[in-house]
């Protein structure tokens, strides 16, 4: 199936990022909120994100004035009737999805695709609470979402091979990299990232090797742009700590059980950048 309009449930830090790409790729983009100020602050940082671009040169200033007339900014997702596909990205709660899929279920025609950015809720979960679970899956973006080149579709037990491919299409239209992945916890970036985060903690809990050459170790042996324990001071160690709990708790393999020092860390409210101390100093 052609997507031309794409919906967007949700104007926070992911949701934004994916108007921001859509419309950028040329696709009619309608975004909801909850509310007034939600919605003006969702739209300023998508405004931001297009004069920086200006700036930089990326774009021109008339290629930003076309951007922004094809985005359409709403706080009734009843405005998401005409779409095509619509990608949920409200927070990561499994009751506040299933009633926006539900709503979505009564308000879209029967042909329009429903995604969830979901990291780890699991989408059969959510493609139960509409009536056409072959036209539910995962579209997992990453952030920032117009740097980060990947998105995962993440297709359950129940989603249609046709909407699997429509929804390879769109991604690739919207200049990204799509991989298919089952409807398992931590689909293939999480599963792999977190126990090797967690390993090259229990390396410096274990003494073996200092934080600045651990992270040393993955930048320059293995190209990542940053080290494991970097990373995590940027995501936040409470990200990763409740990410891997939940992985332990679906997988109850060990691998993914956090170390006692993550666990100290967080105790001690070492979260990382945001609170100014993490593995690295940041004050
Ligand atoms: N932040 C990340 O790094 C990241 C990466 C990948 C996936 N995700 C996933 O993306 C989803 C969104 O995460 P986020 O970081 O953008 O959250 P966020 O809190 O920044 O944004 C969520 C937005 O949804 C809005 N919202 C809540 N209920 C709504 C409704 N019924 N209708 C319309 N809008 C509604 C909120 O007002 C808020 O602005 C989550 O499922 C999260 O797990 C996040």
Redesign the pocket.
Same mark, same amino acid.
Do not use: D, L, Q
């Given at each position: 199936m052609e997507i031309k309009r794409v919906g967007v &449930?949700?104007? @926070?830090? =992911? @949701?934004a990022g994916i108007v921001e790409v859509c419309a950028q790729a040329g696709f009619m983009v309608t975004v /909801?909120? !909850?509310n007034d100020d939600?919605l003006k602050k @969702?739209m300023t940082s998508i405004n931001t994100y297009f004069c920086k671009s200006v700036e930089k040169n990326r774009i021109t200033a008339q290629d930003k004035d076309t951007i922004l007339t094809r985005i359409k900014g709403t706080i009734d997702?009843v405005d998401m009737k005409d779409c095509d596909l619509v990608i949920e990205? &409200?927070?990561?709660k499994l009751d =506040?999805k299933k009633? &926006?899929f539900s709503q979505l279920d009564k308000i879209c025609p029967e042909k329009t695709i429903l995604a969830t950015? !979901? /990291?780890?809720l699991s989408i059969v979960d959510i493609a139960i609470a509409t009536n056409r679970p072959d036209r539910v899956l995962g579209l997992? *973006? *990453?952030?920032p979402v117009p740097v980060m080149k990947l998105v995962e579709i993440v297709c359950s037990i129940a989603t249609g091979n046709a909407t699997i491919e429509s929804a390879r299409e769109f991604v690739k239209a919207i200049g990204k990299s799509p991989v298919v992945v089952k409807d398992t916890p931590g689909f293939i970036v999480n599963r792999l990232i977190m126990p090797f985060t967690l390993n090259a903690i229990r390396l410096l809990e274990q003494g073996i090797a200092t934080k600045e050459d651990i992270d040393t170790a993955c930048k320059q042996g293995l190209n990542h742009p940053m080290g494991p324990l970097e990373m995590t001071d940027f995501l936040g160690n409470d990200v990763l700590y409740n990410g891997c709990i939940d992985m332990y708790e679906k997988y109850k393999d060990p691998q993914f059980m956090p170390p006692v020092l993550l666990q100290k860390m967080i105790a001690a409210g070492w979260l990382g950048r945001k609170t100014g101390k993490g593995f690295y100093d940041y004050k």
């Open positions: &449930v949700g104007c @926070g830090a =992911m @949701g /909801s909120e !909850t939600y @969702g997702i990205a &409200v927070p990561e =506040m009633h &926006v950015n !979901t /990291s780890a997992h *973006f *990453f952030n």
